[in-house]
T-cell receptor, first 115, second 111 residues
Framework: SAVISQKPSRDICQRGTSLTIQCQVD?????MFWYRQQPGQSLTLIAT?????????ESGFVIDKFPISRPNLTFSTLTVSNMSPEDSSIYLC????????????FGPGTRLTVL | GESVGLHLPTLSVQEGDNSIINCAYS??????FIWYKQESGKGPQFIID?????DKRQGQRVTVLLNKTVKHLSLQIAATQPGDSAVYFC??????????FGKGTTLSVSS
């Protein structure tokens, strides 16, 4: 089955800095998604990233804070910019349709702590 | 607003028991539902899904039931094992829209 990997798996960052998270899939996919999971909470969609077009952001999330790149069908990055402690979360990428149409499959997540 | 929620945040069972995890959804237009399992430090793992044209679907040791009349979804785990301990999320969407996740139920299995 396809593998979804994320880098880094975890990081501790200082406030005001930025971190870029990478998501790599070992097969080509059309739709990739980025989620945030705050401690002890459920998943909240940040944006949808399709190759060849601008990412579509959900309410409450903006491009200046969470710029996303999708250069090809197997890779995407999410940057968390100008971080504050409130950005401490797990960031997850997911892809749709690897084994089942419409079903999303998730990477292992990036655990971010902002001091 | 529309949301997907779970009835109980935690569920504790003995090894070998059957577990039932419940989820209520509010969007009657939703036509696709998924259960995910998330172990500590890992991303959500797909367990089973069901479309709105069905009311029951079975997998290996797991069964999903969908009651569209009362907008209720449940996950049944047979012969629960310690390895089943995790947080379980239901998620729903309709065609072309984003997946919406419920709050999660923590399942604890004791030996």
């Amino acid at each position: 089955s396809a593998v979804i990997s994320q880098k880094p798996s975890r990081d501790i960052c200082q406030r005001g800095t930025s971190l870029t998270i990478q998501c790599q899939v070992d097969s080509q996919v059309t739709m990739m998604f980025w989620y945030r999971q705050q401690p002890g909470q459920s998943l909240t969609l940040i944006a949808t990233a399709n190759q060849g077009s601008e990412a579509t952001y959900e309410s409450g999330f903006v491009i200046d804070k969470f710029p996303i790149s999708r250069p090809n069908l197997t890779f995407s990055t999410l940057t968390v910019s100008n971080m504050s402690p409130e950005d401490s979360s797990i960031y997850l990428c997911s892809v749709e349709g690897l084994a089942k149409r419409d079903t999303q499959y998730f990477g292992p997540g990036t655990r971010l702590t902002v001091l | 607003g529309e949301s997907v929620g779970l009835h109980l945040p935690t569920l504790s069972v003995q090894e070998g028991d059957n577990s039932i995890i419940n989820c209520a959804y509010s969007n009657s237009a939703s036509d696709y539902f998924i259960w995910y399992k998330q172990e500590s430090g890992k991303g959500p793992q797909f367990i089973i899904d069901i479309r709105s044209n069905m009311d029951k679907r079975q997998g290996q040791r797991v069964t999903v039931l969908l009651n569209k009349t009362v907008k209720h979804l449940s996950l049944q785990i047979a012969a629960t094992q310690p390895g089943d301990s995790a947080v379980y999320f239901c998620a729903e969407n309709q065609a072309g829209t984003a997946l919406i996740f419920g709050k999660g139920t923590t399942l604890s299995v004791s030996s």
